[in-house]
């Protein structure tokens, strides 16, 4: 599977909740990995509730989102994750701006608490850089 995802990004989010930890390219990977896949499964289920309102956009309310957050608030860039939100869903589905900004902010939280997690198991086995085995163990436990 490619990752739409450029890994920046991503490994800007995991070092905002790592403090003084390093981090690895193979942690940032495997998080943008996971970010992805979250999308794309978030992304059909507001293509079905679009579709049970006879739409072919999908709006902020798709994905259960009533307030946005300012685009310029976002780590996420916004033309990767309208990729990721067309990855599963039928072509003839459109997403409006607002719906990819509110799902890029729904991407971000997520992996906030991914990568805050990965930082207390990397503290936990005593190193000083966060890991891919951190954020697979995350997983591996909570999902």
Do not use: C, W
Request: hydrophobic share 45%; charged share 30%.
């Amino acid at each position: 599977m490619s990752v739409e995802l450029p890994f920046a990004p991503v490994d800007e989010v995991i070092r905002r909740n790592a403090g003084d930890l390093r981090v690895s390219a193979d942690a940032a990977e495997e998080l943008a990995r996971r970010i992805q896949t979250r999308g794309a499964e978030l992304a059909t289920d507001a293509a079905e509730l679009a579709h049970e309102d006879g739409r072919k956009t999908l709006m902020p309310a798709d994905f259960g989102v009533e307030r946005l957050v300012a685009r310029e608030e976002l780590t996420l860039p916004i033309a990767p994750v309208d990729r990721i939100a067309r990855l599963d869903i039928d072509d003839s589905f459109r997403v409006s701006m607002d719906a990819r900004v509110a799902l890029a902010d729904i991407l971000e939280d997520y992996a906030d608490n991914v990568a805050r997690a990965a930082t207390i198991l990397a503290h936990h086995a005593n190193r000083r850089t966060v890991q891919a085995e951190d954020i697979e163990t995350y997983f591996a436990l909570f999902e």
